[in-house]
Each structure stands twice: as structure tokens, then as C-alpha cells.
């Protein structure tokens, strides 16, 4: 095995970590699932906010019978790509009924109102032919044309009080937590390698002067940094972006200044001193390539503290605006149906929440022991 590089070495290592090898593949199928989107949810429409209040708070489960009548105003269909990033808006409007019938043009139906046994008949006029753009369906009621359709839908998440589909809103939310923890990580690193090198190596009063400012900030707990942060920049997706990768890159400039100020003493570094290469590049080739097992540690560390911040903030209010779905926001429009028979309005993005953080401290557990010198050495 000593003929392996140190990369195969690593994750050969890793792979032997059943648990950390799991937690990978859940993040995996999260990550296939956020980018995915919209080509996987029910509801296909722009942030899942097609809303039907007559179907709030239904049970995991539900079954109900749609008719979808086609909207007067022309929709434009788009294609597959901005439909992944954006979404469809929608061809129709939708009454959930419990019985229908067709007659001359018309369809009349039992339009159901929040009870089965107290329906409210009324009469619809069905549009005669396709607007421009819309697709035409293969299975439609008789007489219905394409004017009108009736579907039977199953809500598997169930719906939540403005009767929106809670699994589609649960996937978009995946979206949004894993670009927020993706987006804060970047940018914690970028500054964090940054400072924590030019501290580390340079010492002296820019070192001072660094540490200063890593220790004042490292006293701030990071939520009320990032609320404060937010309140400077607005509220908002971006703006969450920003607030919580820089409120995360004190633990990275900490962490490689303590990798920088052990490294810059070594034999190599001092023979590239005498050959005349520049600072920069003695820190870019020579030193952060041997630091960057516990940057990757503390990096996929960060991203689970990022989806927790994010959760945080959208709970308080400062993530992302409504109608747009988090899972923070979702807890936090259901948290009262806790003490009630809907509990799992605000249970289920809280178990996303969990298991996901869970799957990056796995990753984080796996990876650790992987850079560790002293167990590649007692293995290979």
C-alpha cells in the first residue's frame, strides 16, 4: 500500500468509515434532489406557492380530486433547463371537488369547501380550445376538451395552512440550505485562508493586528453576529449568503495560523526561502497544500453551522422573504400546530434539519480521521 499517493491513501481510509461513507451518500442524494427541483415536486410552479386554502393542514396522504380549469390569460411554456432553476408557471387554476359531470360546455361539479359532506355546486364554462404555448394533454375528461381537466392528487407530505404542497416546499427548501452552506463556506474560506496565511506567516504587528480582530470577533456569538450583520445588509437570500460567511471565517483564519506559524519553520519552506521564490508562492504551492486536510475538516464542519444559521435566521425572520420556502420559515409558520393533531407541519423540516447537519458531522468524523498522520501510519 506505500506505493498509494496521499490523496488514495485518505480516502481509502474514509471509505472504511461505514457511518461517514453514509452520511456522504445522504448529502448525495440531497444535493441530486436540490439541484433536480422543480423536475421532481408536485408542484411544478415558481417558489411551490400555488396555493388551494381549501385544502390547508390536510394529513400525509391525502387524496383529493382536482379539476384544473385552463387560466384565460396565456402562459408561456419554457424549457427544461430555466423550468430546473425557476419553475413552470402554471396552465391552471385548481378546485378540489368531490364529484363532477359534463353538459353542453359546461361542467358542473361539487366543489369541496373543507368538509366532504358539504359540498358547494357550481357551473363552469369550459374553454372551447388551447391557448398558444400550452401543452396538449393525452388524458382528459369526456367533453372536456382541452379546456379542462380532472386529476386525483396525493398530497404525501400533506398541506400546510395555506394548502400548498408541503414535499414540494420541502424541496425547494433543500435547495436553499444547501446554497446557503455552500455559498457561506466559500466565502468564510476565501477570507479565512486568507487573513489566517498573511497572520500566520508574516507575524509580527500584522499578526498582532489580525488577532485583534479574530479575537474581538470570535468573542460575538455567531447568530447575533449574523442578525447584525443582516440588519446592515437588508433581508434577503444574498444578503443571507453574506451574513453567515462572515460570520464563519474567524474559525478558519484561527485554524490556519495555528498550520501556518508550525509549517513556516520547516526544512522546505527555508530551502525555497534561499532559492528566492516570492511569499506568495511559498504560501500558495508550498504551505496551504500541506494544510489542507483540516481545512477540508473544518470547511465541511462550517457547512453544517451554515445550514443551522440559515434555519435560525429564517425562524427569527431575517433569511429568506416568504413566499420563498426554508426549512426555518416552514417551522416557523407551523411551530403552534406542535400542541395540535398537525404536529408534523413544523416536525418533518425539522427532522431535514436534522439529518442533514447529522450527515455533514458524519462527513466531518469520516474526514478527520482520514488526514489523521497517525492513522494512515498505523494502517498502511
Same mark, same amino acid.
Given at each position: 500500500?506505500?506505493?498509494?499517493?496521499?490523496?488514495?491513501?485518505?480516502?481509502? %481510509?474514509?471509505?472504511?468509515?461505514? /457511518?461517514?461513507?453514509? &452520511?456522504?451518500?445522504?448529502?448525495?442524494?440531497?444535493?441530486?434532489?436540490?439541484?433536480?427541483?422543480?423536475? /421532481?415536486?408536485?408542484?411544478?410552479?415558481?417558489?411551490?406557492?400555488?396555493?388551494?386554502?381549501?385544502?390547508?393542514?390536510?394529513?400525509?396522504?391525502?387524496?383529493?380530486? %382536482?379539476?384544473?380549469?385552463?387560466?384565460?390569460?396565456?402562459?408561456?411554456?419554457?424549457?427544461?433547463?430555466?423550468?430546473?432553476?425557476?419553475?413552470?408557471?402554471?396552465?391552471?387554476?385548481?378546485?378540489?371537488?368531490?364529484?363532477?359531470?359534463?353538459?353542453?360546455?359546461? /361542467?358542473?361539479?361539487?366543489?369541496?369547501?373543507?368538509?366532504?359532506?358539504?359540498?358547494?355546486?357550481?357551473?363552469?364554462?369550459?374553454?372551447?380550445?388551447?391557448?398558444?404555448?400550452?401543452?396538449?394533454?393525452?388524458?382528459?375528461?369526456?367533453? &372536456?376538451?382541452?379546456?379542462?381537466?380532472?386529476?386525483?392528487?396525493?398530497?404525501?407530505?400533506?398541506?400546510?395552512?395555506?394548502?400548498?404542497?408541503?414535499?414540494?416546499?420541502?424541496?425547494?427548501?433543500?435547495?436553499?440550505?444547501?446554497?446557503?452552506?455552500?455559498?457561506?463556506? /466559500?466565502?468564510?474560506?476565501?477570507?479565512?485562508?486568507?487573513?489566517?496565511?498573511?497572520?500566520?506567516?508574516?507575524?509580527?504587528?500584522?499578526?498582532?493586528?489580525?488577532?485583534?480582530? =479574530?479575537?474581538?470577533?470570535?468573542?460575538?456569538?455567531?447568530?447575533?453576529?449574523?442578525?447584525?450583520?443582516?440588519?446592515?445588509?437588508?433581508?434577503?437570500?444574498?444578503?443571507?449568503?453574506?451574513?453567515?460567511?462572515?460570520? =464563519?471565517?474567524?474559525?478558519?483564519?484561527?485554524?490556519?495560523?495555528?498550520?501556518?506559524?508550525?509549517?513556516?519553520?520547516?526544512?522546505?519552506?527555508?530551502?525555497?526561502?534561499?532559492?528566492?521564490?516570492?511569499?506568495?508562492?511559498?504560501?500558495?504551492?508550498?504551505?496551504?497544500?500541506?494544510?489542507?486536510?483540516? %481545512?477540508?475538516?473544518?470547511?465541511?464542519?462550517?457547512?453544517?453551522?451554515?445550514?443551522?444559521?440559515?434555519?435560525?435566521?429564517?425562524?427569527?425572520?431575517? &433569511?429568506?422573504?416568504?413566499? =420563498?420556502?426554508?426549512?426555518?420559515?416552514?417551522?416557523?409558520?407551523?411551530?403552534?400546530?406542535?400542541?395540535?393533531?398537525?404536529?408534523?407541519?413544523?416536525?418533518?423540516?425539522?427532522?431535514?434539519? =436534522?439529518?442533514?447537519?447529522?450527515?455533514?458531522?458524519?462527513?466531518?468524523?469520516?474526514?478527520?480521521?482520514?488526514?489523521?498522520?497517525?492513522?494512515?501510519?498505523?494502517?498502511?
Amino acid at each position: 500500500m506505500t506505493d498509494l499517493s496521499p490523496s488514495q491513501r485518505t480516502w481509502k %481510509i474514509f471509505k472504511r468509515n461505514k /457511518i461517514a461513507v453514509a &452520511g456522504l451518500a445522504v448529502i448525495i442524494f440531497t444535493l441530486l434532489v436540490a439541484i433536480l427541483g422543480y423536475l /421532481i415536486m408536485p408542484d411544478s410552479t415558481p417558489r411551490a406557492n400555488n396555493m388551494t386554502i381549501q385544502l390547508s393542514i390536510k394529513k400525509p396522504g391525502s387524496e383529493f380530486m %382536482i379539476l384544473r380549469l385552463r387560466k384565460t390569460e396565456p402562459v408561456d411554456t419554457i424549457n427544461i433547463f430555466t423550468k430546473m432553476l425557476f419553475g413552470q408557471p402554471s396552465f391552471y387554476r385548481e378546485i378540489p371537488i368531490t364529484g363532477y359531470h359534463f353538459s353542453k360546455g359546461w /361542467i358542473y361539479v361539487n366543489e369541496y369547501i373543507g368538509a366532504e359532506d358539504k359540498p358547494e355546486r357550481k357551473a363552469y364554462k369550459l374553454p372551447p380550445a388551447p391557448l398558444k404555448g400550452e401543452p396538449k394533454y393525452s388524458k382528459v375528461p369526456p367533453l &372536456g376538451g382541452w379546456g379542462a381537466e380532472v386529476v386525483h392528487r396525493t398530497y404525501w407530505f400533506g398541506t400546510d395552512i395555506y394548502g400548498r404542497d408541503l414535499l414540494s416546499r420541502l424541496i425547494l427548501g433543500t435547495r436553499v440550505s444547501l446554497a446557503v452552506g455552500l455559498m457561506s463556506v /466559500i466565502i468564510s474560506m476565501l477570507l479565512g485562508v486568507t487573513i489566517g496565511a498573511v497572520a500566520g506567516y508574516f507575524g509580527g504587528w500584522i499578526d498582532a493586528a489580525l488577532s485583534w480582530l =479574530m479575537n474581538i470577533l470570535w468573542a460575538l456569538p455567531a447568530l447575533l453576529l449574523v442578525i447584525a450583520i443582516s440588519f446592515a445588509l437588508g433581508k434577503g437570500l444574498w444578503q443571507i449568503f453574506i451574513a453567515v460567511g462572515l460570520s =464563519m471565517w474567524v474559525e478558519v483564519a484561527r485554524l490556519v495560523r495555528g498550520q501556518v506559524l508550525s509549517l513556516k519553520q520547516v526544512e522546505y519552506i527555508e530551502a525555497a526561502h534561499s532559492l528566492g521564490f516570492s511569499n506568495t508562492r511559498i504560501i500558495i504551492k508550498h504551505i496551504l497544500p500541506n494544510i489542507i486536510g483540516p %481545512i477540508l475538516v473544518l470547511a465541511s464542519s462550517n457547512f453544517a453551522s451554515a445550514i443551522l444559521l440559515e434555519a435560525g435566521l429564517s425562524f427569527l425572520g431575517f &433569511g429568506a422573504q416568504p413566499p =420563498m420556502p426554508t426549512w426555518g420559515s416552514m417551522i416557523k409558520e407551523h411551530y403552534g400546530y406542535i400542541v395540535m393533531d398537525s404536529a408534523y407541519l413544523a416536525i418533518i423540516p425539522g427532522l431535514a434539519i =436534522m439529518f442533514l447537519v447529522y450527515a455533514f458531522n458524519l462527513v466531518t468524523i469520516g474526514l478527520r480521521d482520514a488526514f489523521d498522520i497517525k492513522s494512515q501510519s498505523t494502517r498502511f
